[in-house]
């Protein structure tokens, strides 16, 4: 039995609703937030600085950042592309900057319209105007680290080669995305591994999907292979727009109950993570996809 404590940081007002057909309105946005802040969400993907047009579930993201008050012990992450995505964040308040950069030229053309190459010059640009300005920290994540719905298999070099570029720029946090859920246990461990021998000390946090009910044997190999930061989504929402067949991430109720159970600490409420589901399940008009929002905890 373990008593480390494992960070979870939530994604679901960001990650979760990004691919849904229901478009929430901005009080119903603050409504999901200020729920999951009093499950115990200490980290949490807020908001994404991108184009309405493109994602429309992610319009309104200033009016978002406008209705919350800085809240003790939050941290409020706000998903940024480019160059334009960081001003609108820092000008927002965000209290965190996850800066995404695809790993495949496939995804990052279709997702972001620029290729690796363009995205990795964008996340240097962005590091060097915070460390002459001022503003958030900076995290990165890298979509598609296991896995392109275009490109097919994504090398453990091309990810390493990534990996080393935000370890130069200096970046708070390294995170890889397994965006459309392909990868396995043992991959995610050697990516880890492969990883972690040129970040150094900059800590990594991992993101993963349960399109082919991977998710959470995923997520075990990253914490055997010694990741304190894992991603989840109250209800298991979630998906990319630009992913076809994308489903839900990880379930922030399932990784709560299976870290628990081993005794792990997450700081989290799990039957208000559960009430928070079923409530979200209801403005969607769908059941959670998440297996103990569904079953519940044992013991009962």
Known sequence: ??????????????DG???????????????????????????????????PKRVPQMAGA???????????GLSRIGLVLNMRGWERAVAGGCDEANVVVCSSDGFGIRNQGANVAEQIAAM?????????????????????????PFDGEVSQDQVVALAREA??????????ADTIGVADPWMVRARVEAVRQVTGDIPLRLHFHDTRNTGLANAYAGVEAGVTILDASCGGLGGCPFAPEATGNIGTEDLVYM???AGF???????????????????????PAASVSRAGVFPA
């Open 1 to 14: 039995m373990s008593s480390r404590f494992i960070q979870i940081v939530e994604v679901g007002p960001r």
């Open 17 to 51: 609703l990004q691919n849904e057909k229901t478009v929430l309105d901005t009080d119903q946005k603050l409504d999901f937030i200020a729920r999951l802040d009093a499950a115990g969400a200490k980290r949490m993907e807020v908001v994404s600085f991108v184009n």
């Open 62 to 72: 200033e009016e978002v950042m406008a209705g919350m008050a800085p809240a003790a």
């Open 124 to 148: 240097h640009a962005i590091a060097q105007r915070r460390a002459a300005e001022g503003g958030p920290p900076i995290s990165v994540t890298f979509s598609t680290a296991f896995g392109c």
């Open 167 to 176: 370890a130069a720029a200096q970046v708070a946090e390294i995170a890889l």
């Open 259 to 261: 870290l628990e159970r």
């Open 265 to 287: 600490e997450t700081g989290y409420d799990i039957g208000k993570l559960i009430e928070t589901a079923k409530w979200m399940s209801g403005i969607l008009g769908k059941p």
